[in-house]
């Protein structure tokens, strides 16, 4: 299905969207799962930090006209109890009132590793099982600002599809590479961006809510928020993780078609200053700099094991493995998102090899 995005002022009418994004024939007995934001933990429906819960219910009303199966309302722990947020905000009252709709919190129940291809960032990161059996994924996010990435939306929505709290937070100055990957893992049918109230200023957990009365729809979560982007007055060029996926999703042509089209409103959104913001990516390239001095630690650490335990002389000569080798692993292991825990691979890969030299 080509790209497709549309700006919606005020109430939605779900029931006309979801033809233009689903084949009605497939969603019959199938199982959706709804990715909702709940970053913000237990603030108000109306602080725009929250999925609103009315625009979930519509959804799920419309969706249900074409007989799913299953219809899973979820997201990950982030600073707060997920089944607390669900009980509170009135998620747990869904699944009373539509038999077919379930609660799912990403970060308990059983995991599986994703291991990736090799241009994939993500290496064995832990996502529920559930995951596996999902047929259409819908994001659905508020549009907020952000210290580091200026705007959050669906696209860094994504980065809640991780099980692991903490992981979560080592990999959050990855974003733009994290966000990417996860966009190939669980591509979404539908993403929507709610924008009826946005939250300014100090985002994505704090500030100033305003209202904007805009609905973002769209099938791909880059150009849905390069849209709000662009409604803000703000240039997806600098914003970081957009400007990345627009590079690798190979979207310019049709964001500046679309951009094009696109009337910029005044609103107040209060955007952080050039300083303030440069204040927040230099901390997160430092954390990014931290993890990559780290596993050049480890790699000299590995080089001096394979140095012991097969000699010098095969490490120089090309016995073991060629020098076009060691570059290539140097390269994999120093820019390796994922800290110690893999990089145990390669020193099994040594005492291996050295045990097949002590047999042989």
């Known amino acids: 299905m080509k790209n497709q995005v549309s700006i919606i002022d005020g109430k939605i009418d779900f029931g006309r969207i979801i033809p233009k994004y689903f084949d009605s024939t ?21 602080s725009g ?11 799920i009303q419309s969706l249900n006209v074409f007989s799913p199966k299953k219809i899973l309302i979820a997201d990950s722990e982030n600073k707060d109890d997920l089944n607390l947020i669900f009980d509170t905000i009135g998620y747990s009252e869904l699944t009373l009132k539509y038999q077919n709709v379930e609660l799912l919190n990403l970060s308990h129940g059983r995991t599986v590793s994703y291991i990736g291809e090799k241009d994939y960032k993500i290496r064995n990161q832990e996502f529920s099982e559930k995951l596996n059996f999902i047929d259409f994924f819908i994001i659905f996010s508020n549009l907020k600002s952000h210290v580091a990435e200026k705007i959050s939306g669906c696209w ?13 937070i080592v990999l959050q100055p990855f974003s733009f590479y994290i966000a990417y990957d996860l966009y190939r893992f669980f591509k979404p049918s539908l993403c929507i961006l709610d924008a009826t109230t946005i939250l300014g200023t100090m985002g994505p957990v704090e500030g100033q809510p305003r209202k904007m009365n805009k609905i973002i729809i769209g099938n791909n979560p ?6 709000a982007a662009r409604l803000l007055k703000l240039d997806y060029k600098t914003i970081p993780t957009l400007k990345y996926a627009v590079k690798k999703l190979k979207l310019k042509k049709i964001v500046e078609k679309i951009t094009g089209q696109i ?13 303030h913001f440069f204040i ?5 390239f430092i954390n990014r700099l931290s993890i990559y001095l780290n596993n050049f630690a480890y790699l000299i650490f590995l080089g001096g094991m394979a140095l012991i335990s ?10 073991w493995m060629s020098i076009n080798n060691y570059f290539k692993i140097a390269k994999e292991v120093i820019t390796k998102i994922n800290k110690a825990d893999n990089l145990l691979n390669l020193k099994i890969t040594i005492n291996n090899h050295v045990k097949e030299q002590s047999i042989s």
């Open 280 to 284: 927040f990516k230099f901390s997160y």
């Open 26 to 46: 497939k969603i019959k007995d199938s199982t959706i799962l709804i990715k909702i934001d709940t970053y913000s933990g237990l603030k108000s429906q109306q």
């Open 156 to 168: 860094l929505s994504q980065l809640n599809y991780l099980a692991n709290n903490e992981q979560k």
């Open 263 to 275: 009337q910029p409103i005044n609103i107040d959104f209060q955007k952080l200053s050039s300083l």
């Open 310 to 319: 097969i000699g010098g002389k095969d490490l120089v000569t090309g016995r």
């Open 222 to 227: 880059c150009l849905t928020d390069i849209c």
């Open 49 to 59: 930090t929250t999925t609103n819960i009315k625009l979930v219910e519509s959804l």
